[in-house]
């Protein structure tokens, strides 16, 4: 499975944005997908993440209630909507995948994108 991350962008304290990942390969509803963000310094932690098929999803306490995570299989893409976003949220995001059920380690994860930078102003 290949990953393409994208969406992140420079936005204000208070905005949104959307990242896309989007995935090669025909057995992409296989795969559980997590969204892992790492600022600089910092190690690498889960924003969100979701199983193959939509039903279970985890956010983690520093998003939750802000970003949502959800998956369109039949277009081989996973999204995630942050919303209310803050300076702390800045950070190189990575979509990442792995068999059946998500993870919140991200060394559980087989296949990763390269990444997407966010940046939020204050």
């Known amino acids: 499975v290949q990953l393409q991350a994208s969406g992140g962008g420079l936005v204000q304290a208070g905005g949104y944005l959307r990242l896309s990942c989007v995935a090669s390969g025909r057995t992409f509803s296989s795969y559980a997908v997590g969204w892992f963000r790492q600022a600089p310094g910092k190690e690498r932690e889960i924003a969100a993440a979701i199983d193959r098929s939509d039903s279970s999803t985890y956010h983690a306490d520093s998003v939750k209630g802000r970003f949502t995570i959800s998956r369109d299989n039949a277009k081989n893409t996973v999204f995630l909507q942050m919303n209310s976003l803050k300076p702390e949220d800045t950070a190189v995001y990575y979509c990442?995948?792995?068999?059946?059920?998500?993870?919140?380690?991200?060394?559980?994860?087989?296949?990763w994108g390269q990444g997407t930078l966010v940046t939020v102003s204050s």
């Open positions: 990442a995948a792995r068999p059946t059920y998500y993870s919140e380690n991200y060394r559980d994860y087989d296949y």
